[in-house]
């Protein structure tokens, strides 16, 4: 079996529904112990096992060095999304959320360091971090700065990594190319405009679709911080007795999260991380297995709280 792949929006490039989220390989002291090696190992790892998606930004410690190292031969394998907006140089002992500058010499500054960490002479998409305000994106000449250095082939395509409240205002501008939106069976705020971006012609990145959804015993199977949600998503999850569904249908909760996210319809790929292999290979098996059946999922969904 091969992972699917679908058109990243108006991109047309292709890619698969199964995307690898690169914050795990930053290291300490923001994250997990990983050595040179096994990183090495897993991002070679990722391609092998045919993800052609990685996604990372310049805020993520050694991630896009530990990329351009030992995977940087294999460029023409895989598409490259990083992000702009975080500072060139935080400080070690900085705590999130950072703070961010989207102005355009740090924007340029980004792509700039990312283009050398990454070891390439392009990026893929570059999106702006944190959803900023149309007000800010406008007074900082955001846009106008990413589309200067894809003038310059440094960046083809440029995106936003939105939420509420800003991300109907970003969709509205027409002039993303690509959204990352969090969105999982029990975070569904942003559903609606999944479809919206996609309605406008985006490609969309779907991030927390895994790490949010499953709590209790399997929350961390994959990469991504709980933080308030999780509270929210136990209380989703009990509320909509997904747990009895899952006994019906023969599905852990790892398989039925992750699917449940790949069976929304504007879904381009979706960006779940890890630093340990053994999950990396259990979710490419449940992506291979594609979205959810059509009648699990239309239960699920009538269960789960909007």
């Known amino acids: 079996m ?84 975080c500072l060139v140089d935080i400080a070690a002992d900085a705590k999130p959320p950072y703070p961010h500058d989207y102005g355009a010499a740090n924007v340029r500054a980004d792509v700039e360091q990312s283009l050398r960490r990454l070891r390439t002479d392009r990026l893929d998409l570059v999106q702006v971090h944190m959803s900023p305000s149309k007000a800010q994106l406008e007074e900082n000449r955001t846009v106008e ?31 993303f190319d690509v959204f990352q939106i969090p969105y999982s069976a029990v975070q569904r705020d942003h559903e609606d405009l999944v479809n919206e971006a996609v309605n406008h012609g985006a490609g969309t990145l ?36 997904l747990d009895g569904l899952l006994r019906e249908s023969g599905l852990s909760k790892m398989e039925f999260t992750l ?25 490419i098996e ?3 297995k594609g979205p959810l059946p059509a009648d699990v999922y239309e239960e699920a969904k009538r269960r789960l709280p909007r």
């Open 2 to 85: 091969a992972i699917e792949k679908r058109a990243l929006g108006r991109t047309k490039a292709d890619v698969t529904i199964l995307g690898y989220g690169a914050m795990e390989l930053r290291g300490l002291p923001r994250g997990p112990e990983i050595d040179d090696d096994t990183a090495g190992k897993l991002l070679n790892a990722v391609l092998d096992g045919g993800i052609n998606l990685i996604d990372t930004s310049p805020d993520y410690g050694l991630s896009e060095e530990r990329i351009g190292r030992f995977v940087g031969h294999r460029r023409d394998e895989f598409f490259l999304a990083s992000k702009c907006g």
């Open 145 to 175: 700065t990413l589309r200067e250095l894809q003038a310059e082939g440094k960046v083809r395509f440029i995106g936003m990594s939105g939420i509420l409240p800003h991300l109907a205002d970003h969709i509205a501008m027409d002039v």
């Open 206 to 241: 779907i991030r927390g679709g895994a790490a949010r959804g499953a709590p209790s015993e399997e929350k961390n199977w994959s990469t991504g911080p709980l933080t308030q949600s999780a509270g929210v998503g136990q209380r989703n999850w009990e509320a909509g007795d």
């Open 259 to 283: 699917r449940f996210t790949l069976s929304h319809p504007g879904l381009s790929s979706t960006i779940v991380g890890t630093s340990n292999a053994a999950h990396l290979v259990n979710n």
């Open 286 to 288: 449940v992506a291979e």
